[in-house]
């Protein structure tokens, strides 16, 4: 048998460095490193950058291209939340199996350890895919062999149940629970499947490769083996936001520009203002600060009927030109409407129901949130009809005035509404970056 092995975990390499820090920038890729850092980490470096594809004395690719580009797991908030939004998600809810607050605690650890790994472009485990005993499972399942780092980050949260499921302390966290962490209540026209919907604990895993997310997720799922199984997952395929100026606007199912006015990394003071949770947050919710609350929200688009409505109706109901993305009240993508001006037909030039009228700070005390959605398809149900969307996350620091608040009034008055139907939500705590040496949510633990 013949076994790949990777490099860093020949005999005689040298021992790998601390991975880089979470600063929400991108970090120079594994084979930037190994020319700044020298033949002494061509190990290390030469398995990272090239994700799994080792042995190769070939070129590197350039430093920064989308597929070498990788992100540091460590840091003081969690990497995928302002990180620029990559183009491809995989989304895992899971239901805690175990009872036992320890395993839950090791479940974690483990976590951690093969996330900071997986995001850096290193196999899941230490061994990999095809090397270790041959009478048992290897530690990485393999389907990244070859694969880049993709920009991946994974991002974890702890959903309400977590802390208590029919009224049962179950990990003696109840006393920990902030008073935000709460399931979202039942809004105006959901129609909401269990299945799709909560969970225990949460993983967002970002890439710009679709089976570098997907072999993120599977790999934490097979970890969690016996402790924790996957409730529900999502698979999404372009990024429905901008989380950086650096980023062009994407576009989402309907056709639209989505993502114009969101907040960006660009503006700390706007991500301080509406994402990070605070050090004046709930006393119970003390553990929480530096992180964040992560809103998601699997929104279905009856997408043959709109394809069916005149571009007027459709720019109507948005309240934003299709093509440039523009308030209908004039100026370019950027330009803020001007919701007073009236038509010549005597009417709002952006409709009383216009989804960004209805959801538009200045009509909402101010309340902004990150948004961080996918599209999605998920197949058709047979009559044809697709079943695709908008798999809407959002990070706030407060789910209770930046969410709760604009999701009752677009359920009960969005012009959208007609077009759209809300199939599954979950809301989940992120906790704050881990530090190196430490696992995520060990702030809940201590
Ligand atoms: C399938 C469902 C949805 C679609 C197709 C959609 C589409 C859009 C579009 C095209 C824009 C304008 C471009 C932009 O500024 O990003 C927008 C803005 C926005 N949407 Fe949605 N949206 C959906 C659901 C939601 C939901 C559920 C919420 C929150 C409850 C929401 C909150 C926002 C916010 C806060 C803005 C920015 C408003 C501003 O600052 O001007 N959207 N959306």
Redesign the pocket.
């Known amino acids: 048998m013949t076994s790949t092995r990777y490099l860093h975990d020949q005999p005689g390499e040298t021992e790998a460095p601390p991975p880089p820090v979470n600063t929400g920038r991108p970090s120079v890729s594994r084979r930037g490193l190994l020319g700044a850092a020298g033949a002494g980490l061509v190990g290390l470096a030469a398995g990272a950058a090239g994700g799994y594809a080792l042995g190769s004395e070939e070129p590197s690719p350039a430093p920064q291209s989308p597929g070498t580009r990788t992100y540091p797991f460590y840091g003081e908030h969690q990497a995928g939340i302002v990180t620029p939004a990559q183009d491809r998600l995989h989304f895992a809810a899971f239901d805690v199996i175990t009872n036992s607050r320890s395993e839950l605690m090791q479940l974690l650890k483990e976590w951690t350890v093969a996330a900071a790994r997986m995001t850096q472009g290193l196999a899941a485990g230490e061994i990999g895919p095809t090397s270790g005993p041959y009478e048992a499972p290897p530690d990485d399942t393999g389907e990244a062999i070859g694969l880049p780092p993709a920009g991946l980050t994974i991002t974890f949260g702890f959903g309400p149940t977590l802390f208590r499921k029919d009224g049962k302390n179950r990990f003696g966290l109840a006393d920990r629970q902030p008073a935000a962490l709460q399931r979202l209540p039942h809004f105006p026209a959901d129609k909401l499947d269990s299945l799709r919907s909560d969970g225990d604990l949460c993983v967002q895993a970002c890439a710009d490769d679709p089976q570098v997310a997907v072999h993120a997720v599977r790999n934490l799922a097979r970890i969690a083996f016996g402790r924790a199984a996957i409730r529900w997952s999502q698979l999404g395929f372009g990024r429905t936001s901008s989380t950086s100026t650096s980023q062009a606007t994407p576009r ?1 199912l ?1 056709g ?7 907040v960006k990394a660009e503006d700390p003071a706007a991500v301080d203002t509406h994402v990070w949770i605070p050090t004046d947050a709930d006393s119970k919710g003390q553990w929480l600060v530096g992180g964040s609350y992560l809103v998601v ?1 699997r ?1 279905n ?1 009856t997408i043959e009927i709109w394809d069916r409505q005149p571009l007027k109706e459709q720019e109507r109901i ?1 309240g ?1 030109t299709k093509a440039e ?1 523009a308030p209908l009240t004039g100026g370019e993508e950027f330009s803020q409407p001007d919701f007073a001006l009236i038509g010549s037909d005597g009417e709002p030039l952006v409709a009383t129901d216009a ?2 009228r209805m ?3 200045d009509n909402n005390g101010g309340a ?2 990150l ?1 961080r959605g996918y599209n999605f398809v998920d197949g058709s149900d047979g009559l044809g009809r697709m079943d695709a ?2 798999f ?1 996350l ?1 990070y706030v620091r407060d789910p209770g005035e930046q ?1 709760i608040p ?2 009752m009034k ?1 359920g009960l008055g969005d012009g ?1 509404s007609e077009y ?1 139907q809300h199939t599954g939500s979950a809301l989940f705590a992120i906790p704050p970056g881990v530090a190196q040496g430490e696992y995520v949510g060990q702030s809940l633990f201590a």
């Open positions: 989402n309907m639209f520009k989505d993502g114009t006015m969101n929200r929104i688009m948005i934003r993305g989804h960004v959801v538009h700070p902004k949130m948004r969307g908008l809407f959002a969410f604009i999701q677009l959208l759209i």
